[in-house]
């Protein structure tokens, strides 16, 4: 629906006219009322047409807007071949020949004769052409239906890799999911947040990766983002995010709102750490400084259970153009933000050596983001069993 048409017919209209086209709209149900709808707008009831369209589709309970939208199948630029499709037609079942296309042809009849192959053909018409949109119907909505299902990553096998028609799929919905759960926060969070998961490729991250099942912890959610990419892949997994920013926490709170969560106002450094099979440090670590950020590290691993992932973002520290913008904008992040502090960038193979002492299997990518920023993700894997058991 273009802006126009929406204001055009204003908010009532638009959710009345948004319902009409949904309703009964199973692809056999559409493809029953696009036949219906044809069969009507071809058999020659001028003047009635509509009105039996929708009076029909109700008593058969099927979607009234789509019948009556197929009735136009009579519209002026088709009409003229179906009256002299359905008139040669009635003509061949009558007399065994076609009619001559020639004025001579058409005077060789009478007008009663014509009529009657009119409306014999018609009748025939209808019922070749409103099976045959029926049938184009049903086909392309049970393939539209089949691609909006898509796959899932509980469909996916184990470590098969994500291909790009399937993240595609897990893009949009994680899109749609946010739409309508950020739909009723402050305008400047809503538009924040829609920004953030189209320009922020974390998200793709979380989506291609197996964030597994069992409690996840995000330590500086924000929003509550990355924890709702976790609650789509696995529904009913305990979530828990602890921030410092009060706002944040409550519109995180309202979109997670039916999830098993529990959103907090703390400082990481201190919050106390809750067994977990997945925990999140999205662009935080860096206002803790070395130590702090250390000493968090080892938090979340001894909280972590046997088989649990760690999973963080850093911002780029290699040599590079981009690496420079990104440390800047984290530094006018940090002075916008009235912090007071500045932040504390740690080169990747700290973070890796650091986490392979404490006996964690590390993954490491490095990412072009957008905007053109660039960050170090890690996935770190504590062993199923530790090696001294
Ligand atoms: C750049 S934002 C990232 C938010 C979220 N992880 C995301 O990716 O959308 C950093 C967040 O960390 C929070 N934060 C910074 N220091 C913190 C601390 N010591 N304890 C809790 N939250 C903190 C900020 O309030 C802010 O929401």
């Known amino acids: ?26 692809p056999f149900q559409a493809a029953a009322a696009v036949a219906l709808g044809l069969a009507v707008g071809i058999i020659p009831v001028y003047g009635i047409q509509a009105i039996a369209a929708v009076t029909l589709a109700s008593a058969l309970r099927l979607n009234r807007a789509l019948a009556l939208a197929a009735t136009f199948i009579n519209n002026p630029m088709l009409q003229p071949f179906l009256v002299l499709g359905a008139v040669e037609l009635g003509h061949l079942v009558l007399h065994g020949h076609w009619m001559a296309l020639s004025p001579a042809g058409f005077a060789a009849g009478d007008l009663k004769d014509h009529l009657a192959a009119f409306i014999l053909g018609s009748l025939l018409l209808a019922a070749v052409l409103a099976p045959a949109g029926g049938a184009a119907t049903y086909v392309a909505l049970s393939w539209r239906a089949r691609r909006q299902a898509g796959p899932t990553h509980s469909a996916l096998a184990p470590g098969s890799p994500v291909t790009p028609a399937t993240l595609t799929v897990l893009r949009r919905r994680f899109r749609e999911a946010v739409a309508r759960r950020y739909a ?12 953030k998961v189209r320009l922020d ?20 959610c924000g929003y509550g983002l990355a924890l709702l990419a976790g609650h789509l892949q696995t529904p009913g ?9 009060a706002r944040r926490i409550a519109v995180a709170r309202q979109a997670l709102d039916g999830s098993d969560c529990r959103l907090s106002v703390a400082d990481i450094a201190t919050v106390e750490m809750e067994p977990a099979r997945l925990v999140l440090i999205v662009d935080v670590l860096q206002y803790l400084d070395g130590d702090g950020q250390r000493a968090l590290l080892a938090r979340c ?6 088989g649990g992932r760690l999973l963080f973002r850093v911002p780029e520290t ?3 153009g981009r690496t420079l913008l990104t440390r800047w ?6 002075r916008v933000t009235a912090t007071g502090l500045s932040p504390t960038h740690l080169p990747a193979t700290g973070y890796r050596q650091w986490l392979e002492t404490l006996g964690l299997t590390v993954r490491e990518s490095h990412v072009d983001n957008r905007l053109p920023l660039s960050h170090v993700v890690f996935v770190a894997t504590k062993p199923e069993r530790r090696p001294d058991a």
């Open 201 to 220: 490729r974390i998200f793709d991250t979380l989506l291609q990766e197996d964030l597994g099942d069992g409690p996840a912890v995000d330590l500086g």
């Open 184 to 195: 009723s926060a402050p305008l400047r969070d809503r538009s924040f947040v829609w920004w």
């Open 301 to 306: 691993v001894e909280a972590l259970e046997p």
């Open 318 to 320: 290699r040599r590079g």
């Open 1 to 26: 629906m273009s802006r126009v048409g929406s204001r055009l017919l204003g908010t009532a209209g638009l959710v009345r006219l948004r319902s009409l086209l949904s309703e009964r709209l199973s």
């Open 237 to 245: 997994r305990v979530l828990r995010g602890y921030d410092l920013d």
């Open 329 to 334: 904008l984290d530094l006018l992040l940090f």
